[in-house]
């Protein structure tokens, strides 16, 4: 299979401070969908989207790889490596990723379906994650699946594959702690863009059938992986 690669440069209109940021993501928000189910898990396309960093060379790589839902076999994947378009600043990760993740979702031959992304959707102190912002950005349902559950609280689902636990602020259910395997630490599931949470859970149950994290994020972390390497 070929690797689409391709290298972007940081938008003119990035924004270059935290003020901007906020703005930025403050009047994104308003634009999320909670209200659709989303596509049913085991169907379609489904594509993860992961970024690597070098931060001494100011160099980001992003890799997008698109499986069928239904084998989790591969079906294409495409990489971009640009530069790091903002500083690092808890909560607004997203301002260092997107262009280049934009650029690796643009390379691919075909429509990818379901995004899912290494992070957060409304699992996000400003309930806007990369998940939400990438899919406001470009219209595809998203979810977020992040290894740790941030600054939000959670009881510890039961031991058994499957099991959830609500991901909490306060009150508020932010995303789900789901066990993906049995006896081993949860992942954290959070909506991003026109998926339901419920949705979002069972997707992630779909894509696990052998390790801890999807399938999904698993492949696209190889792939930005060796594309920062082939950069250097």
Known sequence: ???ETSRVG????????????RAVQDALRARVVLDETGPEPGTGRVTGVDVAYDDERDVVA???????????AVVAEATAVGRISFPYVPGL??????????????????????????GYGLAHPRRFGLA??????????????????FAFTHDEPDAPR????????GTEEVGRAVRTRTGVKPV????????SLGNACAHTLALTPSY????????????????LRDAR
């Open 212 to 227: 801890r994290l999807p399938e999904t994020t698993r492949r696209a972390d190889a792939l930005c992986r060796a594309a």
């Open 132 to 149: 939400s912002h990438l899919g406001v950005l470009t219209g595809l349902p998203t979810i977020g699946v992040a290894k740790n559950p």
């Open 188 to 195: 954290f599931v959070s909506v991003g863009h026109r998926v």
């Open 10 to 21: 940081v938008p003119a209109d990035w924004p270059a401070t935290e003020e901007r940021a």
């Open 62 to 72: 992003a890799a997008a790889v698109v499986l069928d839902a239904s084998t989790l």
């Open 162 to 169: 499957g099991s959830t636990a609500p991901l909490l602020a």
């Open 93 to 118: 990760l997203a301002f260092r990723e997107i262009p280049t993740v934009l650029a690796a979702l643009g390379a691919l031959p075909c429509p990818p379906g379901l995004v899912v992304c290494d």
């Open 1 to 3: 299979m070929t690797t």
